[in-house]
């Protein structure tokens, strides 16, 4: 029986990955790095550390990519986060997992800065229990670092009972790479075929989707895990 959940944010309770991607390509863009929008938004989900080498050269990204990052994300804050969206249903849903007695975390390749603006725009501070970002970690995903410091700070439950829940084939790598499972969502855009292939367990359309479904996902009382 499930009795954590792991959520990433970022395309899976906030509608941002195309304004990520965007930022992405301004930000390149500023330096002279030329890059199409379906490539890079193809990588979000990611943090900068895993996402920049795709697209700039090594010896360029040690000279130059901490100013690239810092470029970018002062982008982002100014202009685009402005512009994100809760995905409907996320404080519903944030609801109904706590009152099946699921403790709720946040696992984000985003800084931590960010993850905290965030619980704001989603108004969910007061349900979640522990938030975690690249801050907590050496390396983002698609390794498994920010999801094992989640690990860390729920308090010895089980992987077997823990599940992640992200909208990129990276979430599920990661997850799977600390040793717990993940439950989909197709709300980032990512392809149905993709994040089954990386090893979602079930997928759903987005977070009001899920709580629809409730009774009937592993996250209900009885459902879930595995040990």
């Known amino acids: 029986m499930t009795r954590a959940v792991i959520f990433d944010i970022d395309g899976t309770l906030l509608d941002s990955v195309d304004l990520h991607a965007e930022a992405w390509v301004a930000a390149f863009a500023h330096f002279g790095i030329a890059t199409e929008f379906a490539a890079v938004r193809g990588q979000i989900g990611k943090g900068g550390d895993e996402l920049m080498p795709v697209f700039v050269p090594r010896d360029r990204l040690a ?123 197709l709300c980032g855009g990512f392809p149905e075929a993709d994040l089954a292939a990386a090893g979602c367990r079930t997928i759903y359309r987005d977070p009001q989707d899920i709580l629809d479904g409730f009774d009937a996902s592993p996250l209900a009382r009885g459902r879930g895990g595995s040990g």
């Open 63 to 185: 000279r130059e990519g901490e100013r690239i990052e810092a470029y970018r994300s002062d982008l982002f804050k100014r202009d685009y986060l402005p512009h994100v969206k809760p995905f409907p249903g996320v404080r519903a849903l944030f609801e109904r997992v706590r009152a099946e007695g699921l403790t709720i975390a946040l696992g984000s390749s985003g800084k931590r800065d960010e993850v905290e603006h965030y619980q704001e725009i989603l108004k969910i501070a007061d349900l979640v229990d522990v938030a975690t970002s690249s801050d907590d970690a050496d390396r983002s995903k698609p390794y498994p670092d920010i999801f094992e410091a989640a690990l860390k700070q729920l308090g010895g439950i089980p992987k077997s009972r823990i599940l992640a829940v992200g909208d990129t084939p990276y979430d599920a790598e990661a997850a799977g790479k600390a040793g717990i499972g993940t439950i989909g969502v």
